[in-house]
């Protein structure tokens, strides 16, 4: 397994940016589908976006296509979430987690493949103001 780590959370107003990193340790990194997730107050965990082993293939939740942007470097084991465009209802805890499998983004379209993800970081806090 790989174990993950995320940062770069904080406090933006609305409609600004931020960048979260997700970096990993692990020599089987490369095979692994990374997601961004995230969990409101009261609220249950839902997922955010995910990017293939390669790379080459991501998936968006409809609720944050066009503003999020996921990308991974591989050589630095580093996932990034690019959020643009930030609301309010933006604010919770980002998770990323791992799943080891050389599956294109959109595989894990379903509540059920999501499910697979099992390599979770301990989170960073994103909170949006108005």
């Known amino acids: 397994q790989v174990q993950l780590v995320e940062s770069g959370g904080g406090l933006v107003q609305a409609g600004g940016s931020l960048r979260l990193s997700c970096a990993a340790s692990?020599?089987?990194?490369?095979?692994?589908?990374v997601g961004w997730f995230r969990q409101a107050p009261g609220k249950d965990r839902e997922f955010v976006a995910v990017?293939?082993?390669?790379?080459?293939?991501?998936y968006y939740a409809d609720s944050v296509k066009g503003r999020f942007t996921i990308s991974r470097d591989n050589a630095k084991k580093t996932v990034y979430l690019q959020m643009n465009s930030l609301k309010p209802e933006d604010t919770a805890v980002y998770y990323c987690?791992?799943?080891?499998?050389?599956?294109?983004?959109?595989?894990?379209?379903?509540?059920?493949?999501?499910?697979?993800?099992?390599?979770w970081g301990q989170g960073t806090q994103v909170t949006v103001s108005s």
């Open positions: 692990g020599r089987t990194f490369s095979t692994y589908a």
């Open positions: 987690a791992g799943h080891r499998g050389l599956y294109g983004g959109s595989y894990y379209d379903t509540d059920d493949r999501r499910a697979q993800f099992d390599s």
């Open positions: 990017i293939s082993w390669s790379g080459t293939s991501t």
